[in-house]
């Protein structure tokens, strides 16, 4: 199964994704994850990116696309994959669809999780991430045993600089302008499911899994 998760910042494609993986054996691609592992390990990608991402602006198509080609060379994706945060621009899907096209492959899934600004406002605001593991927490709806510190490893929690109101709105922003136009794209080419993430994340899953047991794709009417 091959599964591109749409959506808006926060509307939960990381924690769909990471779902999704558990459940149905298949690799997680996440370009957010692979370029804040680059900026992480202060690799030449790092380095440029890292201002980018701080603001909540994309990327260079041409550096998160080196990003992407490298991790689709690896043998998992064999099982299947998820791609979470890619594409984020219709330059970006026609390089997918180029790729895929290369390699005989195709997209079953373009799953849009819609979620409302204010409910995407407190999710992220309200995110902690630990600074060992990844793991991820929130203020309010998953919070910490011990404020401030990771459950899972001990080590200290942080907040994305992107996460911080500014950015999230920014990246708000940014998603109308470049992201929210692959919806009409992927409608086009009959793969699009819909559905409202302003859920909790199981009966958010829980729709996506009716998805495959009863795929009903949205179709465009004839012109
Ligand atoms: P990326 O890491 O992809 O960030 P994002 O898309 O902005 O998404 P998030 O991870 O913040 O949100 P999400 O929808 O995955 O939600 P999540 O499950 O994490 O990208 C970061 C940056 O990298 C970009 O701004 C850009 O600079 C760059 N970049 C990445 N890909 C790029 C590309 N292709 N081209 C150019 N630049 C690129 O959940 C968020 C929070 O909400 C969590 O706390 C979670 O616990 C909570 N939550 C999730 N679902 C629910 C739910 N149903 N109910 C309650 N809480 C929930």
């Given amino acids: 199964m091959r599964i591109i998760l749409l959506g808006p910042p926060g509307a939960g494609k990381g924690t769909q994704a990471k779902l999704l993986k558990e459940n149905f ?4 691609i996440s370009t957010g994850d692979l370029l804040r592992k680059a900026v992480a390990d202060n690799t030449i990608i790092g380095k440029t990116v890292k201002s980018y991402m701080d603001k909540g602006n994309l990327v260079p198509d041409n550096l998160v696309i080196e990003l992407l080609k490298e991790r689709l060379s690896l043998q998992d994706i064999n099982c299947g994959f998820i791609l979470d945060g890619f594409p984020r621009n219709v330059a970006q899907a026609q390089v997918l669809d180029k790729v895929f096209r290369d390699r005989n492959l195709n997209i079953d899934y373009v799953i849009y999780l819609k979620a409302d600004a204010p409910v995407i406002i ?3 605001s309200g995110r902690r991430v630990c600074s060992k593991c990844q793991a991820n927490f929130h203020i309010t709806n998953m919070p910490p045993k011990k404020e401030g510190i990771c459950d899972n490893c ?3 929690l942080y907040q994305r600089n992107d996460d911080k ?6 990246r708000l922003k940014v998603y109308l302008k470049e992201t929210a136009s692959l919806i009409g794209y992927y409608l086009k080419q009959n793969k699009l499911f819909e559905m409202d993430a302003n859920f909790p994340a199981p009966l958010v899953f829980e729709k996506i899994k009716n998805v495959f047991s009863n795929p009903t794709r949205i179709v465009l009417p004839d012109p």
Avoid: P, Y
């Fill in 154 to 156: 001990g080590s200290h």
């Fill in 122 to 124: 407190q999710r992220l």
């Fill in 165 to 170: 109101v500014e950015a999230i709105k920014n």
């Fill in 25 to 28: 054996n298949l690799a997680h």
